[in-house]
């Protein structure tokens, strides 16, 4: 089992930054890599940002490319997703995510565990 609490989520005006924060509990987290989401009403729920095991490898989505930051810290257990320049189209509710098997990180069903979410809003 591993649980995930995100916090750092809010109402922040466009150009803006936030930090979003994903503290991990129970099993090992530096064995499961991490991703973040994102989720508006009536869509999917989409990938925005992965990381390894050790976070030496990123990726993120086209859209939030040179704006948004995945990073991690072992030694806290704790996922961090840096968002910088929001626009008005990155309000979401903003899952993490751990993802302990060998499948791609890239598909949402390979993770195992997810987070309760957190709400970014982006005023003008």
């Known amino acids: 089992q591993v649980q995930l609490v995100e916090s750092g989520g809010g109402l922040v005006q466009a150009g803006g930054s936030l930090r979003l924060s994903c503290a991990a509990s129970?099993?090992?987290?530096?064995?499961?890599?991490m991703g973040w989401f994102r989720q508006e009403p009536t869509k999917e729920r989409q990938l925005g940002a992965a990381t390894d095991w050790s976070g030496a490898y990123t990726d993120s989505s086209d859209s939030v490319k040179g704006r948004f930051t995945i990073s991690r810290d072992n030694a806290k257990s704790t996922v961090y997703l840096q968002m910088n320049n929001l626009k008005y189209e990155d309000p979401a509710v903003y899952y993490c995510?751990?993802?302990?098997?060998?499948?791609?990180?890239?598909?949402?069903?390979?993770?195992?565990?997810w987070g309760q979410g957190t709400q970014v809003t982006v005023s003008s």
């Open positions: 995510a751990a993802h302990l098997g060998w499948g791609s990180i890239y598909s949402r069903s390979g993770y195992d565990y």
């Open positions: 129970g099993r090992s987290f530096s064995s499961s890599r």
